[in-house]
């Protein structure tokens, strides 16, 4: 009886402590992801979806800013904004273009056309960089783009936006350029990428 005791005191005394601590570090991880998901859903993310047409260090930059989810309309409003560098700015005015036009349209089962775009006119001396700045950024007015609700319910109920970027000038020749999106809206997390020549943002609600 004795023996008995002895035997499954080791057992009781060494593995219940292991599970205990196994309870906290698990409880303790899904505490850190919650707060973090809540920091990065509160925050301003911008986040790189490669580039289009072979672009290369140097070329023009188009950021899709995400400004906030109009649910009952299944759309984003967002905003566009064309960054570009003097060197580009003089090279592109020097091919003879009098403005450069960046533009988004929507990619999915919208009519396609939806969406917005921004204007730099470079035949205008307003519009060249002031003396010692060498980045020159216009963004455009808001707009809305249409987004593709998920599914699943709440809380798993992610958002899609699918978009085409361009970047044309005068002479209607497609530039290479990067391609960015920026998510302004709180309590959302976002991912990125670049889907058949598309860009492609997933928002996806956090954990608070």
């Known amino acids: 009886m004795t023996f008995g005791l002895l035997r499954k005191r080791p057992i ?4 219940l402590p292991a599970v205990l601590f196994g309870i906290v570090a698990l409880a303790f991880v899904l505490v850190i992801t ?11 993310e911008t986040t790189s979806a490669g580039s289009a047409f072979s672009a290369r260090a140097g070329d023009p930059t ?5 400004h906030r989810v109009v ?7 967002a905003s566009l904004i064309l960054t570009l560098d003097r060197k580009s700015f003089d090279k592109f005015k020097a091919e003879g273009n009098q403005h450069l036009r960046a533009a988004v349209f929507d990619a999915s089962f919208q009519p396609f056309g939806v969406g917005g775009s921004v204007t730099v006119d470079l ?15 216009h963004q455009s007015a808001r707009f809305m783009l249409p987004t593709a609700p998920s599914l699943r319910g709440f ?6 936006v699918r978009v ?7 002479r209607f020749v497609v530039y290479p350029h990067f391609v960015e999106v920026e998510k302004m809206l709180p309590g959302r997390l976002i991912d990125v990428s670049l889907q058949g020549g598309a860009v492609y943002a997933v928002l996806s609600r956090t954990t608070t």
């Open 34 to 44: 919650i707060l973090n998901a809540d920091l990065y859903g509160r925050l301003t």
């Open 62 to 66: 188009i950021r899709l800013i995400l």
């Open 71 to 77: 649910t009952d309309e299944n759309a984003v409003e």
């Open 164 to 170: 085409f970027t361009e970047l044309r000038g005068t």
């Open 123 to 137: 035949a205008s001396a307003e519009a060249a960089p002031e003396p010692g700045v060498n980045i020159i950024s």
């Open 155 to 160: 809380p798993f109920d992610d958002l899609s």
């Open 12 to 15: 009781l005394y060494g593995v």
